[in-house]
């Protein structure tokens, strides 16, 4: 069983950073691949970024490359997005996520996580 818990979301204006911190429960923290997803209102959860187990692999969404990082730390159970050159489209809930499995394809998929944040809300103005 593993328990997360994000922080770091607010309000930020367009152009600007912020960073996501995801805490993780429990001694099994570096077995697990970890996710990141945002859900905007009224449309499906978005892949945003994937981290594999020791962190030296890493995949992103088309819509965030270049702009967001994602990074871990397995000796303080915890998960980072920075996000960079903020957009109002960036505007969402966002939740991360462990997985099992890290691939290309899998790490994509919310249903190959098996558990999931409480979400953090992300606010950018124009």
């Known amino acids: 069983q593993v328990q997360l818990v994000e922080s770091g979301g607010g309000l930020v204006q367009a152009g600007g950073s912020l960073r996501l911190s995801c805490a993780a429960s429990?001694?099994?923290?570096?077995?697990?691949?970890m996710g990141w997803f945002r859900q905007a209102p009224g449309k499906e959860r978005e892949f945003v970024a994937a981290?594999?187990?020791?962190?030296?692999?890493?995949y992103y969404g088309d819509s965030v490359k270049g702009r967001f990082t994602i990074s871990r730390d397995n000796a303080a159970n915890t998960v980072y997005l920075q996000m960079n050159s903020l957009k109002p489209e960036d505007t969402a809930v966002y939740y991360c996520?462990?997985?099992?499995?890290?691939?290309?394809?899998?790490?994509?998929?919310?249903?190959?996580?098996?558990?999931w944040g409480q979400g953090t809300q992300v606010t950018v103005s124009s």
């Open positions: 429990g001694r099994t923290f570096s077995t697990y691949a």
């Open positions: 996520a462990a997985s099992r499995y890290f691939d290309g394809y899998t790490s994509r998929a919310p249903s190959e996580y098996n558990y």
């Open positions: 981290i594999s187990w020791s962190g030296g692999s890493t």
